[in-house]
Structure formats: structure tokens, C-alpha cells
């Protein structure tokens, strides 16, 4: 206690299976005990529900118990103990066939206990679990039985003792000891622990009838209530009449031989007293005939019935809600479908409309009109209504039945019409002025003020929703505070000014749909929000910025807020005071777009802009807001391009004067130039203009060939298109000074073109190389590199061997070592130099003998196109001939001497002979022979070997002489003074050769 703190646990209980964590919180003070011990208690609970059913069904030789009319769902019996403990007072929440309602103990306990201290501190426990109830015989005198539960906490348990008591009615249990610890015992006083004798009553006597009014045995409308009576008979023939008998199991009411309440019907047998049953049931099968038998204890009574289901009324149990689909779009009218059914799930036949309502609730509460149709084509139903929304947003449908709604209900989400990538006209007429607020519709950014006063901004944008998730979809005006839409441009109207600005000009524009708030109209009454623009015409306020008034207006059926928008582009277009078919049209010295001219060059013309009055447009800041086009046309209609106006700066008054240049790049020949402005054509127009040949250009020119693979030495010819920006061919022998042709590839090569008019072009230049390989045309218009794709021209060999051009190479012509595998190619060429690549018909001999033996030599070789490559491996140290010959002729420098000398010595192969490799005599010189080989056996010459003689101490005794005679062997000799065992080692490499080291006795 001194130094730790309570284990503290998620949960002061738990079920088997279910993991748990435990804290332990340690606290030292001024030092650290030497000891700690924690104890831990974990209580453990059988698995289950608060929920869940037990059965309370007790049943002996002769009689029956049922107790489940004393489960109680929604509290538990509460008693006392009165303090039979001195100094608490215990408290028992309990119930039967069922956990306990109250969870405190945890949510599978059959009797909670909970005590109150004198002191004032409270603790429970469980004292049983609900599911281990198990009844047992009588055990205390005039009790019925006994009932038991253990699994409580800490190994406690308890056990009710049942008494029969038909006065009592339900009663109430009472606590009567505690015996032995932790085992408490109870007793309940009940009508239901009176026994009823089953063996008593005669099924097959048992009585079964209809009374007045009761349809049970006949059968009636599917869902309709349907009852009929039951008396129990004796065996004697008596009625059984039995005060205490009270139990709902007794009697079942069975349906075509089926007990399934869930999935056929549901009904009771209620006990009237003295044996006699009303039962009842409510079937949810098909319409038509059935057969009805009545069990008693399972027995069925003899008599049998046949009753028919008939077309109930509907009912909100299977009556469905159809929506075609889960979302719409605002102001779109949406079909919506009720299908009314019985109990049985049939479709009831032409059912009033007074029985059913249908209501979406969300941004606003939509009550849909309805008819009965025909054939609606929506999921059989017969009565189709249609809604349309206005605002966007989450709806939940609901359909009442007869009362009742059907459950779940549907939800529908209602979109904005459009994305919010959405642009709406913003181009409208009033008082005969024509105006155009496309320029204040802002796609990058909104629109955005504070409300320091309201502690909110306001977020904006015309013609279109906003940019920004400020609010709901398709929002055009957005307060943050509550984050509430205030006009959809959906919900968009224009009126005359409220607020006019230069010559009185300008409108007022309307955004409703905005979202249904109380939130600005102090009653508590829901209102749409709405927006109101005052454009004001200023012609020096450029686009301009929403001035706010930082007020919520409020009208009668919404509330609105409101801003001034003073711009340029609230003040009447050009088209208000333009004559646009009247505009003048012409062309000055120099100036030539009105009769043309060549293709590609730079044209322009004239337009002045001419009053409604016929006098020219001299304001410049009415002509700023005109616009002049040109289209030109192709005779054959298959060519059009646009021009678009500038608007002239030759001098101050022409504010109304505006040049248009093109650049004609259609087909030579004539083409129909149409003059707008304000997107009406000119009086006067279409006008032929007529185009010739233009200058050529790199990006319509280019070069190609027809055979892209040639033999060196041949020539080959290079086709050139020459042409204008209009991809017309220029036809004129007099430009090659204008193109340049370049080859590039091995060598460089700069071709002449030449005029061809009998060709596939109108230019050609041919060139010939005798150097094989890859080149590319290099094709230039005045400079400029031509576009297309280069054109690519591959040079062969002339494929016929040049047989004293032939050449050779490789690792396999040169003096080498034994053991590797060099490698050599034979290439032939052609007349030019050139290897030959190509399959040619040749036939290669190729030997390698040994020049001392003439013994042969197997070589391995490879055929490829034009050439011979050859790999061999020798072992034998000698010199070797090398002849090669191609279609019977010898390749220049055949045949090839190499020599292959023998590979480093080896020390496993070298060995050594000689009596001194055994034995000596002191004072006289001992002998023997080195033999150096590698390791294939080949001699060698000029290694250096060590040897060296020891005693048995590993002291060297002697040196030893060796001497090279240069035929692969070396004479060693040493000699000793003492007599002895030595040992003689022979190394090379730092190895010992084949034998080393050996024993020698002197």
C-alpha cells in the first residue's frame, strides 16, 4: 500500500476468450522497497448476451413446470436481505430464463448482489451465471424443486428453492441465508412452481371450435388476427379445469404442418382458465387453402381444418419504397414508386390512396403527388409519384402505411445539376440594353470578404458554382458561419437595376435555391437563403469586386444577403450602340487581305465600326468592347481558318477602328473571306480573294527514297517534295539555290538537286558512295532543317569477294601458351574495302598441324556472313602451321606460324631421381635430378627451384646446389657430416613438388 497504487483494469469483468489488459501504476517515494507482491483478481464470466434466452422448462414423470412467464425483460426483481451481515445491508437484482437486466455485474449474471457498508462505500458481485441454471429435485420439505446457478464471482453461487403457490400469483423471491460462504439460498413462492399433470389431459378428446366472430378455423385476410377456442379433456371424459395451469406452450397452432413462427405465422394460446385456451395466430404465407392442426403437448387433436388465406389490407411490414435510382439533380422531376402489399407480400388489388403517405425529409421536406397508373414499369408498383428538389443535398424517404412507416427507410442524395466545373449565360437583355457578365466569372479563385461582425466570410462567384468545398455542391454563394449556401446559380434571375450606376445603367441579379436555415430569422421559422447582386455600370472600374452590405435581409418566404458590383462590364455592350452588318470594310496602300495574294505571306485589311446611326464609332472605350472576325474558305469548302480583329492604334479618335491580319495557308486558288463583327457578317461579304504559290518552307518540305538499301558503288537517287506553308508544290526549276541536300554517314557527302518534273517530286539529287554503312538525309529549305522524319539510306557490300582484300585477326595468329583458347576471324571484302555482311555461297578449309609432327590439330569454327571465326586448344608445347582458304584460294599471309610454349610450371607435375634422394655418405657429395613440367606435362626450362636439407630439429644442415641444364631438368647435389636422418625438400612457387619433402639416412 505504502508504494504502489491499484491494478486498474479496462473493465472490471470479462468473458473466457476475451483478452483484457491490466495497468499496475507503482509510486515510490524517498526510496525503493526491497520486495513487492501484487496480487491480481480477474473475474471470469461464461460467454453470453444481456440479451440472450435460457430455457425455463422443468419437467419430472409426472408433471410439468414452466417458468418463463417470470422473465422479465425490461427490469429485474429487487429484494433485500436486511442486513444479515452486521454492518451491511445487501441488495439482489434477479431474473430467470435471461441475464440480468441490470449489467453492473457484468452482462451474462443470472442475480447481481450489491452491498452498502455503514461506512458508505459500495461493492457488488455477481453470484451466478445465466447460463449454468440447472434444475434439481425438491430439497426442502413442500418445495417443488430446486433451482441452482454457479460461475459467480470468487466461487460464489446461489440456489431458489420454489414453492407452489397458486394465491401468489408471480410472487417475489426472498433471501434466506447465506450456507455454506459464498453459497446463498432463496425461495420463491409462485403460481408457476405448481405442477400440472400432463398425463391428465386427452389430446385425442380435447375440444376445438370457432366461436361467434372468431375466423381461426375457416381462415380470413393474410394478416388479419385469427382465433378459435381449445378445453382441455381428461381421459374420463371431464373437462380439465385445473386454476393453476397458465402455460402458452401447451397449445400450438400448426400450418401445413409446419411449427416455423418466423417464416409461416406467428400466434399465442392465451389461458382463460379451467383448461380452456383462446389460441391465435397471425399467418404471413401464401394466399389460399392451408391445413390447420392443433397440438397439445406435441400430440395433435384428431380433427383437422382447412381454412384459405385471403388479400389482406397492406401492410407497412412488406410494403416497399422504389426509387429507380440512389441520386437526381435538382429541379429534375423524379419518379417514385409505392408498392402496397399484404402480410403474405402480395401486391394488394387497387388499394385506396388514403392508406399510404410518402415524405422526403432533408434540406427541405418534399411531399410527392401521386396517381395510380396501369403498368407503371416500376417494380410492379401501381402508384407512381413524382418530387423535384431545389436544393441539393441528403433525403430519407419514408412510407407510412396504415399508420406504421416501413422500416428501413430509403435515402436519396440530390445533386447539384451540373459539376462544379459548370458554367451557366451570363449574358442577359434588360430595358433593351444587351449586357455580358461572362468576364466576372472568376475559374481560378473566388471571390472572397470577411464579416468581422459575424465572425464569417463570405465566399462568391457568378455563372458558375464556387471553386472552393466552402459549402454544399453547386454553391455560387458560401457564408462560413453554419457554412450555409446562399444561392445556387440554378436559382439564377435578372431584373432591372435597384442600384443603376453611369447613365443609369446596370441590373440586378437574383441567385435563390440557396440552403433552408432558421438561423437568420429569429423565430425559429426555416427559410431559403438567397443572394442579391446590384450591378452598377462604372466604364472605369475594370471587373470590379462584390461590395457586401454585411446585412441579412429578411422577405417574407427567405432571407437574403446582398452586395453592389460596380464594373465596366455592367454598363450595356457594344452591340447596345454598334451597327455591326453597317461596319465599313477596306484596305490601304500595302495592304492586300481583301484580294490576296501568296500563301503564307502576312495580309491585312480595314474595319471601321459604324453606329446604329450610320456614323463611325470614335469612342474608344465602346470600341474596346466590340469584336471583329474573318473566316477564309477554300473554294471547295474543305479548308477554313479564322482571323480575329486588332484593334488600330493609328490614332486617337479611332477608337472604332480595328486591322485584321491572316496568314493564308490553304490550297492555291481562290477563297471566300467572310468579314463579323459583334458575330454578324458585313454587308458585302463573302468576298472571292485569290491565292498563289508561296515561298517554300522546311515544315510542309522533305526528302525521301524509294529503295532505302543499295550496293556500294551504286547510285542512288534522292526525291525531294518542294513546298509552301500550305503544303502546295512549288513547280519552278529556278529555286535550288533555295534547298540543300546533305548525306551524312560514313563519309559526307553534299548531293546537287536538280529540277525533275518526270518524277515522284518535283526535285531529285543523286549521289554514290563506294564506303558500306548506315546514312541519313539531311534535307534543308533556306536554312532550316527539314521536319519530317530523316530519310535513311543503308549501303551494302557489293557482296563479291575481293580475295587479296581479305583480312585476318586475333589472339589465335599470335604466339600463345598452352591451355588457352584463343580466337581469330577471317573477314572478307569486297572491291571497295568494304566486309562483306551479306549470306554469300563460300566454302572454307581450315588446318592447323603441328610443324614438327605434321600431326593435325582439331580447331573449332564458326560460318558467318562473310567471314570465319576460329578457336582452338592445344596442350602439347610445339609450333604450329595455320592454312585457311576460301572457295579453293589462299587468304593473303595463310599459312599462319604461331608458337605455343608450355604453361608455368607446376608443382604437383614436377618431380625428382637420383640416389641422393635416399641415401648419403658423410664427406662425399650426394645426388639427384630436378624434372621441371607444367601441368598438361610439357618440359620446361628456366624455373627457379629451392631446396634445402634438415636435421631432425628442423636445423639446416646444408645447402643445396642446383644447377639448369636447360632441357627442363636441373642437377641438385649436397652433402652432410654427420651421420643421422635428414630430410631434403625440393619447392618451386613456394610448393612442394610431387614426393617433397624425402627421408635420406646418412
Same mark, same amino acid.
Given at each position: 500500500?505504502?508504494?504502489?497504487?491499484?491494478?486498474?483494469?479496462?473493465?472490471?469483468?470479462?468473458?473466457?476468450?476475451?483478452?483484457?489488459?491490466?495497468?499496475?501504476?507503482?509510486?515510490?517515494?524517498?526510496?525503493?522497497?526491497?520486495?513487492?507482491?501484487?496480487?491480481?483478481?480477474?473475474?471470469?464470466?461464461?460467454?453470453?448476451?444481456?440479451?440472450?434466452?435460457?430455457?425455463?422448462?422443468?419437467?419430472?414423470? &409426472?408433471?410439468?413446470?414452466?417458468?418463463?412467464?417470470?422473465?422479465?425483460?425490461?427490469?429485474?426483481?429487487?429484494?433485500?436481505?436486511?442486513?444479515?451481515?452486521?454492518?451491511?445491508?445487501?441488495?439482489?437484482?434477479?431474473?430467470?430464463?435471461?441475464?440480468?437486466?441490470?449489467?453492473?455485474?457484468?452482462?451474462?449474471?443470472?442475480?447481481?448482489?450489491?452491498?452498502?457498508?455503514?461506512?458508505?462505500?459500495?461493492?457488488?458481485?455477481?453470484?451466478?451465471?445465466?447460463?449454468?441454471?440447472?434444475?434439481?429435485?425438491?430439497?426442502?420439505?413442500?418445495?417443488?424443486?430446486?433451482?441452482?446457478?454457479?460461475?459467480?464471482?470468487?466461487?460464489?453461487?446461489?440456489?431458489?428453492?420454489?414453492?407452489?403457490?397458486?394465491?401468489?400469483?408471480?410472487?417475489?423471491?426472498?433471501?434466506?441465508?447465506?450456507?455454506?460462504?459464498?453459497?446463498?439460498?432463496?425461495?420463491?413462492?409462485?403460481?408457476?412452481?405448481?405442477?400440472?399433470?400432463?398425463?391428465?389431459?386427452?389430446?385425442?378428446?380435447?375440444?376445438?371450435?370457432?366461436?361467434?366472430?372468431?375466423?381461426?378455423?375457416?381462415?380470413?385476410?393474410?394478416?388479419?388476427?385469427?382465433?378459435?377456442?381449445?378445453?382441455?379433456?381428461?381421459?374420463?371424459?371431464?373437462?380439465?379445469?385445473?386454476?393453476?395451469?397458465?402455460?402458452?406452450?401447451?397449445?400450438?397452432?400448426?400450418?401445413?404442418?409446419?411449427?416455423?413462427?418466423?417464416?409461416?405465422?406467428?400466434?399465442?394460446?392465451?389461458?382463460?382458465?379451467?383448461?380452456?385456451?383462446?389460441?391465435?395466430?397471425?399467418?404471413?404465407?401464401?394466399?389460399?387453402?392451408?391445413?390447420?392442426?392443433?397440438?397439445?403437448?406435441?400430440?395433435?387433436?384428431?380433427?383437422?381444418?382447412?381454412?384459405?388465406?385471403?388479400?389482406?389490407?397492406?401492410?407497412?411490414?412488406?410494403?416497399?419504397?422504389?426509387?429507380?435510382?440512389?441520386?437526381?439533380?435538382?429541379?429534375?422531376?423524379?419518379?417514385?414508386?409505392?408498392?402496397?402489399?399484404?402480410?403474405?407480400?402480395?401486391?394488394?388489388?387497387?388499394?385506396?390512396?388514403?392508406?399510404?403517405?410518402?415524405?422526403?425529409?432533408?434540406?427541405?421536406?418534399?411531399?410527392?403527388?401521386?396517381?395510380?397508373?396501369?403498368?407503371?414499369?416500376?417494380?410492379?408498383?401501381?402508384?407512381?409519384?413524382?418530387?423535384?428538389?431545389?436544393?441539393?443535398?441528403?433525403?430519407?424517404?419514408?412510407?407510412?402505411?396504415?399508420?406504421?412507416?416501413?422500416?428501413?427507410?430509403?435515402?436519396?442524395?440530390?445533386?447539384?445539376?451540373?459539376?462544379?466545373?459548370?458554367?451557366?449565360?451570363?449574358?442577359?437583355?434588360?430595358?433593351?440594353?444587351?449586357?455580358?457578365?461572362?468576364? &466576372?466569372?472568376?475559374?481560378?479563385?473566388?471571390?472572397?470578404?470577411?464579416?468581422?461582425?459575424?465572425?464569417?466570410?463570405?465566399?462568391?462567384?457568378?455563372?458558375?458554382?464556387?471553386?472552393?468545398?466552402?459549402?454544399?455542391?453547386?454553391?455560387?454563394?458560401?457564408?462560413?458561419?453554419?457554412?450555409?449556401?446562399?444561392?445556387?446559380?440554378?436559382?439564377?434571375?435578372?431584373?432591372?437595376?435597384?442600384?443603376?450606376?453611369?447613365?443609369?445603367?446596370?441590373?440586378?441579379?437574383?441567385?435563390?435555391?440557396?440552403?433552408?436555415?432558421?438561423?437568420?430569422?429569429?423565430?425559429?421559422?426555416?427559410?431559403?437563403?438567397?443572394?442579391?447582386?446590384?450591378?452598377?455600370?462604372?466604364?472605369?472600374?475594370?471587373?470590379?469586386?462584390?461590395?457586401?452590405?454585411?446585412?441579412?435581409?429578411?422577405?417574407?418566404?427567405?432571407?437574403?444577403?446582398?452586395?453592389?458590383?460596380?464594373?465596366?462590364?455592367?454598363?450595356?455592350?457594344?452591340?447596345?450602340?454598334?451597327?455591326?452588318?453597317?461596319?465599313?470594310?477596306?484596305?490601304?496602300?500595302?495592304?492586300?487581305?481583301?484580294?490576296?495574294?501568296?500563301?503564307?505571306?502576312?495580309?491585312?485589311?480595314?474595319?471601321?465600326?459604324?453606329?446604329?446611326?450610320?456614323?463611325?464609332?470614335?469612342?474608344?472605350?465602346?470600341?474596346?468592347?466590340?469584336?471583329?472576325?474573318?473566316?477564309?474558305?477554300?473554294?471547295?469548302?474543305?479548308?477554313?481558318?479564322?482571323?480575329?480583329?486588332?484593334?488600330?492604334?493609328?490614332?486617337?479618335?479611332?477608337?472604332?477602328?480595328?486591322?485584321?491580319?491572316?496568314?493564308?495557308?490553304?490550297?492555291?486558288?481562290?477563297?471566300?473571306?467572310?468579314?463579323?463583327?459583334?458575330?454578324?457578317?458585313?454587308?458585302?461579304?463573302?468576298?472571292?480573294?485569290?491565292?498563289?504559290?508561296?515561298?517554300?518552307?522546311?515544315?510542309?518540305?522533305?526528302?525521301?527514297?524509294?529503295?532505302?538499301?543499295?550496293?556500294?558503288?551504286?547510285?542512288?537517287?534522292?526525291?525531294?517534295?518542294?513546298?509552301?506553308?500550305?503544303?502546295?508544290?512549288?513547280?519552278?526549276?529556278?529555286?535550288?539555290?533555295?534547298?540543300?541536300?546533305?548525306?551524312?554517314?560514313?563519309?559526307?557527302?553534299?548531293?546537287?538537286?536538280?529540277?525533275?518534273?518526270?518524277?515522284?517530286?518535283?526535285?531529285?539529287?543523286?549521289?554514290?558512295?563506294?564506303?558500306?554503312?548506315?546514312?541519313?538525309?539531311?534535307?534543308?529549305?533556306?536554312?532550316?532543317?527539314?521536319?519530317?522524319?530523316?530519310?535513311?539510306?543503308?549501303?551494302?557490300?557489293?557482296?563479291?569477294?575481293?580475295?587479296?582484300?581479305?583480312?585476318?585477326?586475333?589472339?589465335?595468329?599470335?604466339?600463345?601458351?598452352?591451355?588457352?583458347?584463343?580466337?581469330?576471324?577471317?573477314?572478307?571484302?569486297?572491291?571497295?574495302?568494304?566486309?562483306?555482311?551479306?549470306?554469300?555461297?563460300?566454302?572454307?578449309?581450315?588446318?592447323?598441324?603441328?610443324?614438327?609432327?605434321?600431326?593435325?590439330?582439331?580447331?573449332?569454327?564458326?560460318?558467318?556472313?562473310?567471314?570465319?571465326?576460329?578457336?582452338?586448344?592445344?596442350?602439347?608445347?610445339?609450333?604450329?602451321?595455320?592454312?585457311?582458304?576460301?572457295?579453293?584460294?589462299?587468304?593473303?599471309?595463310?599459312?599462319?606460324?604461331?608458337?605455343?610454349?608450355?604453361?608455368?610450371?607446376?608443382?604437383?607435375?614436377?618431380?625428382?631421381?637420383?640416389?641422393?634422394?635416399?641415401?648419403?655418405?658423410?664427406?662425399?657429395?650426394?645426388?639427384?635430378?630436378?624434372?621441371?613440367?607444367?601441368?598438361?606435362?610439357?618440359?620446361?626450362?628456366?624455373?627457379?627451384?629451392?631446396?634445402?636439407?634438415?636435421?631432425?630439429?628442423?636445423?639446416?644442415?646444408?645447402?643445396?646446389?642446383?644447377?639448369?641444364?636447360?632441357?627442363?631438368?636441373?642437377?641438385?647435389?649436397?652433402?652432410?657430416?654427420?651421420?643421422?636422418?635428414?630430410? &631434403?625438400?625440393?619447392?618451386?612457387?613456394?610448393?612442394?613438388?610431387?614426393?617433397?619433402?624425402?627421408?635420406?639416412?646418412?
Amino acid at each position: 500500500e505504502k508504494y504502489a497504487g491499484a491494478g486498474v483494469a479496462e473493465r472490471p469483468e470479462g468473458e473466457v476468450n476475451d483478452s483484457r489488459n491490466l495497468r499496475v501504476e507503482v509510486h515510490p517515494e524517498t526510496f525503493a522497497p526491497p520486495s513487492m507482491r501484487i496480487n491480481l483478481v480477474l473475474l471470469v464470466l461464461a460467454i453470453g448476451t444481456a440479451d440472450a434466452q435460457y430455457s425455463c422448462l422443468y419437467e419430472d414423470a &409426472l408433471s410439468l413446470y414452466d417458468l418463463s412467464p417470470l422473465r422479465n425483460d425490461t427490469t429485474d426483481y429487487f429484494f433485500e436481505d436486511n442486513g444479515h451481515v452486521i454492518g451491511e445491508t445487501h441488495d439482489y437484482y434477479l431474473n430467470l430464463c435471461r441475464p440480468s437486466v441490470n449489467t453492473v455485474c457484468g452482462t451474462n449474471c443470472a442475480t447481481c448482489q450489491q452491498w452498502v457498508r455503514w461506512s458508505g462505500s459500495n461493492e457488488r458481485a455477481c453470484l451466478g451465471n445465466a447460463g449454468s441454471g440447472q434444475f434439481l429435485p425438491p430439497d426442502r420439505n413442500g418445495s417443488s424443486f430446486r433451482l441452482t446457478f454457479t460461475g459467480g464471482e470468487s466461487g460464489r453461487s446461489f440456489e431458489i428453492d420454489f414453492f407452489c403457490a397458486p394465491e401468489a400469483g408471480k410472487g417475489v423471491p426472498a433471501f434466506i441465508e447465506e450456507q455454506p460462504k459464498l453459497n446463498y439460498q432463496f425461495e420463491w413462492h409462485t403460481l408457476y412452481a405448481c405442477p400440472f399433470a400432463k398425463s391428465a389431459v386427452d389430446p385425442a378428446q380435447t375440444m376445438v371450435w370457432a366461436a361467434t366472430g372468431q375466423l381461426g378455423l375457416q381462415g380470413g385476410p393474410s394478416g388479419d388476427t385469427l382465433s378459435y377456442m381449445v378445453q382441455l379433456v381428461e381421459h374420463s371424459g371431464a373437462n380439465y379445469t385445473n386454476v393453476t395451469v397458465a402455460y402458452n406452450t401447451i397449445v400450438d397452432t400448426v400450418i401445413d404442418n409446419d411449427l416455423s413462427t418466423e417464416q409461416q405465422f406467428s400466434g399465442q394460446a392465451t389461458y382463460l382458465g379451467g383448461g380452456l385456451f383462446a389460441p391465435s395466430y397471425r399467418y404471413s404465407g401464401p394466399h389460399g387453402v392451408h391445413n390447420l392442426t392443433v397440438r397439445v403437448f406435441g400430440a395433435e387433436v384428431n380433427t383437422s381444418f382447412a381454412i384459405e388465406i385471403t388479400e389482406g389490407p397492406p401492410t407497412n411490414e412488406t410494403s416497399t419504397l422504389v426509387l429507380p435510382s440512389a441520386s437526381g439533380l435538382v429541379h429534375t422531376s423524379q419518379q417514385i414508386g409505392v408498392r402496397l402489399c399484404d402480410l403474405s407480400g402480395a401486391e394488394v388489388t387497387n388499394p385506396p390512396a388514403d392508406v399510404f403517405s410518402v415524405s422526403l425529409v432533408g434540406p427541405e421536406t418534399i411531399t410527392p403527388t401521386f396517381e395510380y397508373v396501369a403498368d407503371p414499369g416500376l417494380n410492379q408498383s401501381g402508384w407512381v409519384g413524382v418530387f423535384s428538389a431545389r436544393v441539393p443535398g441528403m433525403y430519407v424517404a419514408t412510407l407510412v402505411v396504415n399508420g406504421l412507416a416501413v422500416d428501413p427507410p430509403v435515402e436519396f442524395r440530390v445533386n447539384a445539376s451540373v459539376g462544379v466545373n459548370q458554367t451557366y449565360p451570363l449574358r442577359f437583355q434588360v430595358n433593351g440594353d444587351i449586357y455580358d457578365l461572362s468576364p &466576372l466569372r472568376n475559374d481560378s479563385t473566388d471571390y472572397s470578404e470577411d464579416w468581422p461582425g459575424w465572425s464569417a466570410v463570405v465566399y462568391s462567384n457568378v455563372g458558375r458554382p464556387l471553386i472552393g468545398d466552402w459549402c454544399s455542391d453547386g454553391c455560387s454563394v458560401c457564408m462560413t458561419r453554419g457554412n450555409l449556401c446562399c444561392g445556387r446559380p440554378t436559382g439564377l434571375q435578372v431584373s432591372t437595376p435597384e442600384r443603376p450606376g453611369e447613365g443609369g445603367k446596370g441590373l440586378t441579379l437574383w441567385l435563390f435555391d440557396g440552403d433552408f436555415s432558421s438561423a437568420f430569422t429569429g423565430t425559429g421559422r426555416v427559410l431559403m437563403l438567397a443572394t442579391r447582386f446590384d450591378f452598377s455600370c462604372d466604364s472605369s472600374a475594370g471587373l470590379g469586386y462584390p461590395d457586401w452590405d454585411h446585412v441579412v435581409y429578411r422577405l417574407d418566404d427567405f432571407n437574403y444577403l446582398r452586395a453592389i458590383w460596380r464594373s465596366t462590364f455592367a454598363c450595356p455592350t457594344a452591340e447596345s450602340y454598334i451597327s455591326p452588318n453597317m461596319s465599313l470594310v477596306y484596305q490601304n496602300d500595302g495592304q492586300a487581305g481583301l484580294t490576296g495574294g501568296r500563301i503564307g505571306d502576312i495580309l491585312a485589311f480595314e474595319v471601321q465600326l459604324v453606329d446604329s446611326k450610320g456614323q463611325p464609332v470614335t469612342n474608344s472605350t465602346i470600341g474596346a468592347l466590340a469584336s471583329v472576325s474573318a473566316t477564309l474558305a477554300s473554294s471547295d469548302g474543305q479548308y477554313v481558318q479564322t482571323a480575329y480583329g486588332v484593334q488600330s492604334t493609328v490614332s486617337p479618335t479611332s477608337g472604332g477602328q480595328f486591322v485584321v491580319t491572316y496568314q493564308y495557308i490553304g490550297p492555291i486558288g481562290d477563297a471566300n473571306l467572310t468579314v463579323y463583327v459583334l458575330g454578324q457578317q458585313v454587308v458585302g461579304f463573302p468576298r472571292v480573294v485569290h491565292f498563289s504559290v508561296g515561298p517554300p518552307v522546311a515544315a510542309q518540305s522533305f526528302a525521301f527514297v524509294t529503295e532505302p538499301t543499295v550496293t556500294a558503288g551504286t547510285p542512288q537517287t534522292v526525291h525531294i517534295r518542294h513546298a509552301d506553308v500550305g503544303g502546295n508544290i512549288i513547280a519552278s526549276p529556278n529555286v535550288t539555290d533555295e534547298v540543300f541536300l546533305m548525306i551524312q554517314g560514313p563519309l559526307k557527302v553534299i548531293a546537287e538537286v536538280s529540277y525533275n518534273p518526270s518524277g515522284p517530286e518535283n526535285y531529285a539529287a543523286t549521289f554514290v558512295t563506294d564506303v558500306a554503312g548506315e546514312y541519313i538525309v539531311d534535307f534543308r529549305v533556306n536554312g532550316s532543317q527539314s521536319q519530317t522524319d530523316f530519310s535513311t539510306i543503308t549501303v551494302l557490300s557489293t557482296g563479291v569477294p575481293a580475295w587479296n582484300g581479305s583480312t585476318s585477326s586475333g589472339a589465335a595468329l599470335q604466339n600463345s601458351t598452352v591451355g588457352q583458347a584463343p580466337t581469330a576471324v577471317f573477314q572478307l571484302r569486297d572491291v571497295y574495302g568494304n566486309n562483306i555482311t551479306q549470306d554469300i555461297n563460300v566454302t572454307w578449309d581450315l588446318r592447323m598441324t603441328d610443324a614438327n609432327t605434321s600431326r593435325p590439330v582439331v580447331v573449332q569454327s564458326v560460318i558467318g556472313p562473310g567471314q570465319l571465326a576460329v578457336t582452338y586448344n592445344v596442350t602439347k608445347a610445339s609450333r604450329y602451321a595455320i592454312s585457311v582458304t576460301a572457295n579453293g584460294t589462299t587468304i593473303p599471309g595463310s599459312p599462319y606460324f604461331v608458337t605455343i610454349s608450355p604453361a608455368p610450371a607446376d608443382p604437383a607435375s614436377c618431380s625428382a631421381s637420383g640416389g641422393g634422394l635416399s641415401d648419403a655418405e658423410a664427406h662425399a657429395p650426394a645426388k639427384f635430378t630436378v624434372i621441371s613440367k607444367d601441368r598438361f606435362g610439357n618440359l620446361r626450362s628456366g624455373d627457379n627451384f629451392t631446396a634445402w636439407v634438415v636435421d631432425g630439429g628442423d636445423r639446416v644442415q646444408n645447402s643445396v646446389q642446383l644447377r639448369n641444364n636447360g632441357d627442363g631438368t636441373y642437377d641438385g647435389s649436397y652433402e652432410l657430416f654427420t651421420e643421422g636422418a635428414y630430410w &631434403l625438400y625440393i619447392q618451386i612457387q613456394a610448393e612442394d613438388i610431387a614426393g617433397s619433402p624425402v627421408e635420406i639416412r646418412c
